[in-house]
């Protein structure tokens, strides 16, 4: 594969399935929305800050609808001011939080009938938010590091396909597996574009325990779908070269995933990650993350395969 050209790109035809930051953004047209169905879903798929600001925002509207309410049917709230927007507000959120310091209390049959019902929107409330909060925080998540860049460079004798992950954590993470996966525009027969995915065989798919690196490497035979290809054609293509990464945490003894992805300016040719694994003693091993998205021209690193 000749060196890649830096020329003016145009502007792509498709984003990035797995993209920087936030992601692939879609809008969806002419299909049913589902906004409560799927709230919950949405919420645990939301930043923390996203979920925080949102149950805030709602815990405030609830208190407000329920103060005016009570404004609306006068004297409903003993020891309160009359026609007091904040006496009323905070007697709503004393009764939805079932604190009762007994100041303020409900007065008459409607104010009673009232406090009953924001009552029970606070045990649904409290419910929904301890139930995203615990979920959110019990998921399980990888912390997976992938190299900047991917790299071309002989092993062995051979042209291979070559990046390099690390588990950020202080734990194992075992049975590990990945998957490589080539996507790009192709032109059927009859002329018509489209997104076609091709599996890139591994020389090694899966490791027992991943503590520190794995370099992941695609062999470029006469059988791969990378065979031949140019960082021209493969910018021309706008090919995604996307690694998925599956594994069991050791600690949380549960399944995580990770996921990252290449386009054709993230691939060098004649390059190879700098070493990081230093050992200084029979059991003391150093890894150099500040130079973990390093390159630099020769054989392959010591890293592990």
Known sequence: MKKHSHKKQSTPRHPRIVARGDGLTVISTGRKKRGLSDMYVRLLGASWRRMILLLVAVYISINVVF????????????NAQKGSFADAFFFSVQTIATIGYGALTPHGLIANLLVTLESMFGFAFYGVVTGLVFSKFSRPTARILFSDKAVITNHNGKPHFMLRLANERDNRIVDTSARL???????????????????????????????????????????????????????????????????????????????HSYIADEIVCDAVFEDILLRRDDYVLEVRYDRFHQLKSGVSSNDSE
């Not at 996966?181 to 027992?208: A, S």
């Not at 490497?217 to 996307?242: C, F, K, Q, V």
């Open 181 to 259: 996966t080539l996507m790009r525009d192709e032109k059927t027969t009859e002329g018509v574009l489209m997104r076609r995915f091709y599996d890139l065989p591994l020389v090694r798919r899966q490791i027992p325990i991943l503590r520190l690196t794995w370099s992941v490497m695609h062999e470029i035979d006469e059988r791969s779908p990378l065979y031949g290809m140019t960082p021209e054609s493969l910018t021309e293509m706008e090919a995604e070269i996307i690694i998925s990464i599956t594994g069991i945490d050791d600690t949380l003894s549960q399944t995580i995933h990770a996921r």
């Open 67 to 78: 103060a005016l309410t009570y404004l609306a049917i006068g004297d409903g709230i003993t």
